[in-house]
């Protein structure tokens, strides 16, 4: 191509078979764990699931832990709000529930593979995906909307916006949050309207305010904190109810505290005595663009502003703020354009001390470590300083099937800029942003042939983790970049090779030779393959239109299956194979020297007598190199199928005095990620080794290395994409023309990230 990086890999994904549920019992498949968990009793994994953030699978209580998530502090905080289930995703978040619900299913079990945040050892979910623990007890009825609490009757569900509140009075409940609690605290403060939002937050007022609208009752799918069989509204939709009898007095608004530990008109202040160097900013406006802190902790009903700080320094956050009596959020920026609130509003005691200023309703008592706030504007699309080429296409929506096959998940540092130069330097013409933290990477027919098109622009709202002045989509929205520059411009020679098809063959090769005979040479696995294959067999170029006379049987004595194959630089051109399957056959060392002409059969077959030759040690999937003086160079494998690694690299012939195989720390570190190594000679007899992602330059006397070179770049998600087996990638050295003075190109193609595979399951694939 002109002027973006070419393809080089045709990527296939294999797509698992998913089981829809609306809830689980015991089904799912066990993962493993590489510890021991210290679960409660009867507690167990139950695999991985599909998640969605603007509509969660676990929809009970949740927190976030950046520093010290780990698979029993999540479990443990589940039991204590009374859920059976328990999920755990992006190595950071805690979800609980008892029921899974809209449309949380099975995934595969890699999915979940993010190492918790507190714990690397233990896996705690994914992207979108959540590693999912169940007490063992059946879950109870799924919640409902409840259509009446004695004289009060639900309306259904309302729309609501956190600038700009349908209900306008914003009160606390005493007790565990449920639809009971919230039309109680609406009816003591003379208010005929009550609403449920996002699980636990009640509002109250006469009439409905500021455009809410009624929107379909299953946008409300939050169940109540404290009542799970109750629905309680849910992000930015309202539960409402409507009183029909007489009320105790006319309305009360909120003061101080709404039960919420407020003082009932005792005045409360901000607190001043602080571990340096905090100190109090400012009361701040919340939610009138979202929310203007990025961290949100769990609620506290104990809470003061000292543990909100300590919780917020204790993960490197510089800004702390307090919200509602027991909420607690923290930051290094404000976002989502922050703006000064009046003193006066942040006026609601803390959960855990009455006489301290915890925030308000949409106000926040915001504290600084650095003596100063940034407070950054709302965010907007980036349409300018983009990569040449780039511009952008619209808000993209997205599904349950991914438009874009390749995710990136930077929880912290997602520009548009790095997402689409991640993108393009790995070929790819379309990049997309989600939820602020994920980058996509696909193809333009991508988003044509997988998404259902563009959205409002409105549902772009996220701000981007690592640029917050600009957005990086939504719930299920991208944030579409494409590159718009010629992609089809190919430099094709005049004279290029094809593919035509010759001849039926009998097998399935695992190593085709063209012999100094003309004829082609076919081996394949014995004993593991057809039974009745002589494990080798020669075809004869001459004779492709006489089926019957242009395969010549040759024979095999032990089994090849994942051996090496070289030519000799002899008279005879012979062939050598070593290696093998297992046993002896590892240790396998095999020669056919080709003879006879096209149209004659050749009365040579392969030679093998393991008393006689064999390598020093059994290797499964080395490689072997001719050297510059003739010797065969022959490095790695394993023991057999799947065996321990033989981390050596040894000579044949093998010269005297015993063992003379020589160990190698880097073939130790990467097994099993650098089976059938790539060996070539470099012009100065120096031997290049490539394996896994790495590569190196070895005496070609000694086999020390001369030179450890850059590592190989991975897959466009990965960095850890590798290329040889069982990444199953390929070398080749490109042709060098006289006078041989320009540099020697070694082109490395193909590979796979690495994604906890194992070799008979690895399908992630790696581009270029």
């Not at 510890?35 to 009867?42: E, F, H, T, V, W």
Request: charged fraction near 15%; glycine fraction near 12%.
């Amino acid at each position: 191509m002109a002027s973006f990086p070419s393809s080089l890999l045709v990527l296939a994904l294999l797509a698992p078979n998913i089981i829809q549920a609306s809830h689980i019992s015991a089904p799912y498949v066990h993962r493993h764990h590489t510890r021991a968990l210290n679960l409660p009793q009867g507690w167990r994994a139950q695999g991985c699931i599909t998640d969605n953030p603007g509509a969660r699978s676990l929809t009970g209580s949740a927190f976030t832990d950046t520093v010290n998530m780990t698979v029993e502090s999540c479990v443990n905080f589940c039991v204590q709000g009374g859920f059976i289930f328990a999920g755990l995703e992006f190595s950071q978040e805690c979800y609980c529930g008892n029921n899974i619900v809209n449309g949380g299913t099975n995934a595969t079990a890699s999915d979940c593979n993010a190492p918790c945040k507190g714990d690397a050892t233990e896996e705690c979910g994914g992207n979108s995906r959540l590693s999912l623990f169940w007490s063992g007890q059946q879950p109870p009825p799924p919640p409902q909307t409840v259509p009446s609490v004695g004289l009060w009757k639900s309306l259904g569900c309302f729309s609501d916006n956190g600038g700009s509140r349908t209900l306008g009075n914003q009160f606390q409940p005493t007790g565990n949050f449920s639809v009971e609690t919230c039309t109680d605290t609406c009816f003591n403060n003379g208010y005929p309207l009550a609403g449920m939002e996002f699980a636990d937050e009640c509002y109250c007022d006469t009439d409905f305010r500021n455009g809410g609208a009624s929107t379909p009752l299953a946008d409300c799918n939050m169940p109540c904190a404290g009542n799970s069989s109750e629905f309680c509204g849910g992000p930015n939709r309202l539960n409402v109810y409507n009183f029909t009898g007489t009320l105790p007095h006319g309305p009360t608004p909120p003061a101080g505290g709404g039960g919420g530990g407020g003082g009932g008109g005792t005045p409360v202040f901000p607190a001043t005595d602080l571990p340096a160097p905090w100190e109090y900013a400012a009361c701040y406006v919340d939610g009138a663009h979202g929310r203007v802190f990025p961290n949100e902790l769990a609620d506290n009903s104990n809470l003061t502003i000292e543990s909100c700080i300590a919780s917020c320094s204790a993960q490197n956050f510089t800004l702390a703020g307090a919200e509602f009596s027991v909420q607690c959020f923290c930051g290094n920026t404000l976002i989502n354009g922050a703006t000064l609130g009046q003193e006066a509003d942040c006026n609601m005691g803390c959960g855990g001390n009455a006489t301290e200023a915890c925030g308000g309703p949409n106000r926040l008592s915001v504290y600084t470590a650095t003596g100063n706030v940034t407070a950054l504007p709302v965010p907007v699309t980036q349409n300018t300083s983009l990569p040449d080429g780039w511009s952008y296409q619209g808000c993209l929506q997205d599904g349950g099937t991914r438009v874009f096959p390749h995710q990136l998940n930077w929880v912290d540092n997602t520009t548009v800029v790095d997402c689409i130069n991640q993108c393009q330097a790995f070929g790819f013409p379309a990049a997309g942003l989600e939820f602020g933290n994920q980058c996509f990477c696909g193809d333009v027919s991508d988003a044509q042939t997988n998404s259902p098109g563009l959205a409002p622009e409105s549902d772009c709202s996220f701000p981007c983790s690592g640029d917050p002045i600009h957005l990086c989509g939504g719930p299920l929205r991208l944030g579409y970049y494409s590159f718009n520059g010629n992609l089809d411009v190919w430099h094709t020679p005049a004279n290029t090779g094809r593919y035509e098809f010759l001849i039926g063959g009998l097998v399935v090769p695992l190593v085709a030779t063209v012999g100094l005979n003309g004829k082609v040479n076919f081996l394949e696995k014995l004993g593991t393959g057809f039974p009745n294959s002589t494990g080798a067999y020669e075809l004869d170029l001459s004779l492709v239109d006489d089926f019957e006379h242009a395969w010549r049987e040759l024979h095999v004595h032990s089994d090849v299956f994942c051996s090496a194959s070289i030519i000799l630089p002899d008279k005879g051109a012979r062939q050598l194979n070593v290696g093998g399957w297992s046993l002896e056959s590892t240790f396998g060392v095999r020669l056919y020297t080709p003879n006879g002409t096209p149209g004659v059969n050749g009365t040579n077959d392969w030679e093998e007598n393991f008393n006689e030759l064999h390598l020093q040690q059994g290797r499964w999937y080395p490689s072997s190199l001719v050297m510059p003086n003739g010797s065969v160079l022959v490095v790695g494998g394993e023991e057999g199928s799947n065996g321990a690694p033989i981390p050596t690299l040894e000579i044949l012939p093998t010269p005297e005095g015993g063992p003379t195989y020589l160990f190698m720390d880097w073939l130790e570190r990467t097994d099993p990620n650098n089976l059938y190594p790539f060996l070539h000679v470099l012009p100065s007899g120096n031997i290049f080794v490539g394996y896994y992602n790495e590569a190196r330059i070895l005496n070609p006397k000694t086999f020390d290395t001369i030179k450890t070179l850059p590592n190989m770049p991975g897959s466009v998600t990965s960095f850890t994409g590798g290329r040889t087996y069982p990444m199953e990638g390929t070398a080749v050295l490109l042709p060098q023309r006289a006078p041989y003075t320009d540099p020697l190109e070694i082109l490395i193609c193909g590979g796979l990230r690495l994604w906890r595979c194992s070799r008979q399951l690895c399908h992630h694939g790696t581009r270029g």
